[in-house]
């Protein structure tokens, strides 16, 4: 496992502040951020994730399908979905994708990296 988290999230003040977060909690983690789903192929070529965060508002049909084929493609790998809060629907088209849930987007940093950390190991 070499510790690397994908952030894909839109805002890109949201996603830096999630990266130092991360990178400063002295598990090893190393992040990168992207602002789109489309860019996740890219960014695969240049190194495997352990996990990939995306945040809720780019979930979509389109979104959910590529995420799953990316899990079917690289063993191991673990989505979780950045939500503010977490609907029936999002959660059964999550779940039907295979993704492995959810971690709450917010100031609770600690809550957050306890997510991870359960997902990963």
Do not use: W
């Not at 945040?55 to 493609?73: P, Y």
């Amino acid at each position: 496992m070499n510790n690397l988290i994908t952030i894909v999230d839109p805002l890109a003040d949201e996603a830096d502040l999630l990266k130092r977060v991360l990178e400063e909690a002295g598990f090893g983690y190393r992040c990168r951020t992207l602002s789109q789903l489309d860019q996740l192929g890219d960014a695969f070529s240049a190194g495997e994730a352990d996990v990939v965060l995306v945040d809720q508002d780019l979930i979509d049909g389109t979104a959910l399908r590529l995420l799953h084929k990316l899990k079917r493609n690289h063993r191991g790998l673990r989505v979780l979905i950045l939500a503010h809060e977490v609907s029936q629907d999002l959660y059964r088209r999550a779940m039907e994708h295979a993704l492995d849930g959810f971690c709450l987007k917010g100031d609770d940093y600690p809550a957050l990296i306890d997510s991870i950390e359960q997902t990963i190991n």
